[in-house]
């Protein structure tokens, strides 16, 4: 059994081209192929010249993003089988700058990720003789879901507010900026805050939700920016009235 | 000055929106209902001042109003700059100037029931 | 050079259902105002007394504002069901270990939200 799939594949050499062009190709895929497996195949036997990332092909280490059919998806996660007999699109992910063919140029988030302070902050670290820092089964699920995040950039590709105002910081830092200020060790809410806060923060959010639905992860970010919000303004009707101090 | 304050309009907007929710639809059939003549006795001027005249009413009738502008001044904002209307300043102002001179005039007028 | 696409600000949510969808809801909005407004008109009348109170609804009878309040009711119904949809999302509930189902906090808002049209509906004289 074989799948038959035609690709329209958004090409662009940044030495020689002065925009990308779509490049047709057909391939004959085995039945169990993901897309990427299709990708590999036409770049080890029809296009050496076709750019793009990719690595464990288990939806884990979320190298392989791409605009799937319009949609931003995991190449690695999506049967050959969705698509089969349609001639279909692949692009780079939406909404970031293209470098080469399928690749795009992250170093956007790469900045706002360390903007948002990813990591436990303690303002008094207790000593290594009064024992590690302890968490019930139940402080972990508070905030698990938003660990799961692979920095895909799928979410970014969804969002409409980041492709209209780039300056936003964006759906999986800002949940991952959640996930910090709902863990029990965590004591960094109100160090975030200041980024958080700011106008290109979580209020530059408009639930559409569609982050949520492209997450892979099933990490859910619009919910975690709903929550961010109102804790958001929590703090900041605390610290109008001098109880900011968290 | 607007952007600065997105805190205290999202909290609005989302308390109106909530608010408007669990209580627009009902009003909104009542005065149509009222407008359709179906039943003569809703809506009555007596009914209505009798409301009205507590001050619990007025706290809610208050409340509801008043939140629906908040709500549909910072939504609309929203929308206008997603369909392209960058000119948020003058978008916010004559919003939030509404959404303010409606609280007041709402306040006004149930302060004379 | 990389190469940035460009996106139309004008345009944009008509590319996916999703966001046009988003939008039309952002856009009920309008209405929450508008009826707002006449909610504001209404009780300006009951305050200037039953003559103008009488007026407000003789008003409320014509064509173009009962044309206006179908439209705002359809809506407003609207505005509630994908209010209560999202809530859940904003308002996560933990118990123990377990979070809430989405579907048991909009049911319990479906709940109040009956009871209270109910007793609005009372209140305004309708039974």
Known sequence: MSVQLELDILRYDPEKDGEPHYQAYSVSCQDEWMVLDAINHLKDHVDTTLSYRWSCHMAVCGSCGMMIDGKPKLACNVSVRDYANRKIRIEPLANFPIERDLVVVQDDFMEKLKRVKPYIIRKEETTVEEGEYKQSPAELKKFKQFTLCINCLCCYAACPQYALMPEFIGPAALTLAHRYNTDSRDQGLAERHKEISKPEGVWECSFTDTCSDACPKHVDPASALQQLKIATTTQWYKELIGMGGK | ?113 | MPYVRPVSKTTWYLANRSYTIHMINELTSLFVGIFALILLWGIGAVSRGKEAYEAFLANLKGPGMVALLWITTIVVFYHAIAWFKVTPKAMPIQRGEEFVPASVIAGAHYVVWIVLSLVVLILAGAF
């Open chain 2, 1 to 113: 000055m607007a952007k600065v304050n997105k805190a205290l309009f999202w909290s609005l907007f989302a308390a109106g929106g909530t608010v408007t929710a669990f209580v627009f639809p009902v009003l909104a059939l009542i005065a149509l209902i009222a407008a359709q003549g179906g039943m003569p006795d809703i809506m009555g001027f007596e009914q209505m001042r009798g409301l009205l005249a507590n001050w619990f009413g007025k706290l809610v009738a208050f409340g509801i109003v008043s939140l629906a502008l908040w709500h549909a001044a910072h939504r609309l904002r929203t929308a206008l700059h997603g369909l392209g209307i960058r000119a948020d300043g003058v978008v916010s102002f004559l919003g939030y100037g509404i959404a303010l001179l409606g609280t007041i005039l709402v306040g006004y007028h149930l302060l004379q029931i």
